[in-house]
């Protein structure tokens, strides 16, 4: 979910800043790569102006988005690069080159860079976004939320205070509060902002399904991509409620549809791991072989697959000790929840249970409710001796929708035997 609301905060960001332009050129083109060709037409007709630069980057940060093609960021540096000559120190366009250094996953340097232009202009609302996105995405929560704040104080129920709340409130275990904030900002988006609309109904059909109401979900999700047809994030959260109904064909198709879109080597991993739910088991083996290829391709950049890697090391061919070298080279540089799991379930393959529940633990103790990282809790809790804590664990997991409910059931079902 954290990789569906950073995609969603990019956009949310660019438009609420005004500075995506959604005039349509070809409806053959999809959104961004309408965007980028209007960015280019407004540079033909104003070439000494650094506005039209500023747009063609953002534009090229939600292409390179769609595209899984990073390319498209080294364009966008450079269209900052012609901005910044044209109009130097330029206060939006540092604000640009922020938003790059987060589609890019480079948050520490984001991080440093928001909060220098933070200290230049201390009442900036975007500013105080793009420092709560860094902040989440390195598991400075505390910080994160000072930030928030701050923007709605600013400007109360402004559309990218109200997602970034949202995510927070979502971390810290209040779904419904994230829901409320969610349908806030809903309403707050125009009609032909379609992108967005559908980015903010799949975050809301997200929420009522981990709140265990998979019905409402489904309505959530079929209507974003009648906003968005092909949206590749409703696509993914589609796809995991009909694996939670055991419709591993239709969640099989839905994940080639996505893939075909998006080819990230994440989209591909989830898309393995849904062949194998269908039976198809060998092409279940070809796509994790070209996962494993791929992912290890970007490994070494801070834009990577790497907690998808750890676990197809851990859950799928065996490895530990790939899976902890992986952990540790994530560990090193951020600390958000999700990493914390990861490293905690690469620990505990490898033996290294005191390590590993104190880390899952430091995840849980954010607030968070997450049926993966809630069985991987009560397993390493198990493991430990621990057997209240690991049954409290597990059942929590099971009360929430996904695969790992369903795992930690059958953990549970089997502790009643003993």
């Known amino acids: 979910m954290n990789k569906n609301l950073a995609a969603l905060l990019v956009i949310v960001s660019t438009f609420a800043a005004g500075q995506a332009t959604t005039s349509p050129v070809s409806t053959a083109l999809s959104p961004a790569a309408q965007s980028v060709a209007e960015a280019r037409k407004e540079i033909v007709e104003k070439p000494t102006q650094y506005a039209g630069y500023n747009l063609l980057a953002i534009a090229l940060i939600r292409r390179a988005q769609e595209t899984s093609d990073a390319a498209y960021y080294a364009q966008a540096e450079d269209a900052v690069k012609k901005s910044l000559e044209l109009?130097?120190?330029?206060?939006?366009?540092?604000?640009?080159?922020?938003?790059?250094?987060?589609?890019?996953?480079?948050?520490?340097?984001?991080?440093?860079?928001?909060?220098?232009?933070?200290?230049?202009?201390?009442?900036?609302?975007?500013?105080?976004?793009?420092?709560?996105?860094?902040?989440?995405?390195?598991?400075?929560?505390?910080?994160?939320?000072?930030?928030?704040?701050?923007?709605?104080?600013?400007?109360?129920?402004?559309?990218?205070?109200?997602?970034?709340?949202?995510?927070?409130?979502?971390?810290?275990?209040?779904?419904?509060?994230?829901?409320?904030?969610?349908?806030?900002?809903?309403?707050?988006?125009?009609?032909?902002?379609?992108?967005?609309?559908?980015?903010?109904?799949?975050?809301?059909?997200?929420?009522?399904?981990?709140?265990?109401?998979?019905?409402?979900?489904?309505?959530?999700?079929?209507?974003?991509?009648?906003?968005?047809?092909?949206?590749?994030?409703?696509?993914?959260?589609?796809?995991?409620?009909?694996?939670?109904?055991?419709?591993?064909?239709?969640?099989?198709?839905?994940?080639?549809?996505?893939?075909?879109?998006?080819?990230?080597?994440?989209?591909?991993?989830?898309?393995a791991e849904a062949l194998q739910l269908a039976g198809r088991n060998g092409e279940a083996k070809k796509a994790f072989a070209e996962f494993e290829t791929n992912a290890l391709l970007e490994s070494g950049r801070k834009d990577n697959a790497n907690r998808d890697l750890i676990f197809y090391y851990v859950d799928h061919v065996q490895q530990p000790a790939k899976a902890l070298k992986v952990a540790e080279q994530e560990y090193a540089w951020r600390h958000d929840v999700y990493t914390l799991d990861a490293y905690a379930w690469a620990l505990h393959v490898n033996?290294?249970?005191?390590?590993?529940?104190?880390?899952?633990?430091?995840?849980?103790?954010?607030?968070?409710?997450?049926?993966?990282?809630?069985?991987?809790?009560?397993?390493?809790?198990?493991?430990?001796?621990?057997?209240?804590?690991?049954?409290?664990?597990?059942?929590?997991?099971?009360?929430?929708?996904?695969?790992?409910?369903?795992?930690?059931?059958?953990?549970?079902?089997g502790l009643t035997h003993y």
Not at 135 to 153: F, P, R
Not at 369 to 393: C, N, P, T
């Open 351 to 413: 033996g290294q249970d005191i390590e590993a529940r104190k880390q899952i633990e430091t995840a849980l103790a954010v607030g968070i409710r997450d049926a993966r990282l809630f069985h991987h809790a009560g397993v390493i809790a198990l493991k430990s001796g621990d057997r209240a804590a690991a049954e409290r664990y597990l059942k929590q997991s099971a009360e929430l929708n996904s695969e790992d409910s369903e795992q930690a059931r059958n953990i549970l079902a």
């Open 87 to 271: 109009a130097p120190h330029k206060f939006d366009t540092e604000k640009v080159r922020v938003s790059i250094l987060l589609a890019e996953h480079e948050f520490p340097a984001a991080l440093d860079a928001a909060k220098e232009l933070n200290k230049k202009v201390p009442d900036d609302v975007m500013v105080y976004g793009l420092l709560t996105d860094a902040n989440v995405e390195l598991g400075n929560y505390k910080d994160a939320e000072t930030s928030a704040q701050w923007m709605l104080n600013l400007r109360p129920g402004n559309l990218p205070a109200l997602v970034r709340a949202a995510r927070l409130r979502e971390l810290f275990g209040d779904a419904e509060g994230a829901y409320e904030l969610m349908d806030l900002a809903y309403q707050s988006t125009p009609p032909t902002e379609t992108d967005e609309r559908a980015g903010i109904l799949t975050q809301m059909g997200h929420l009522r399904f981990a709140s265990g109401d998979p019905d409402a979900a489904e309505k959530l999700l079929l209507q974003a991509l009648t906003a968005a047809p092909g949206y590749p994030l409703a696509l993914g959260n589609l796809a995991q409620l009909r694996i939670a109904q055991k419709r591993y064909q239709d969640a099989v198709v839905l994940l080639q549809q996505r893939y075909q879109s998006t080819p990230r080597p994440g989209n591909l991993y989830e898309l």
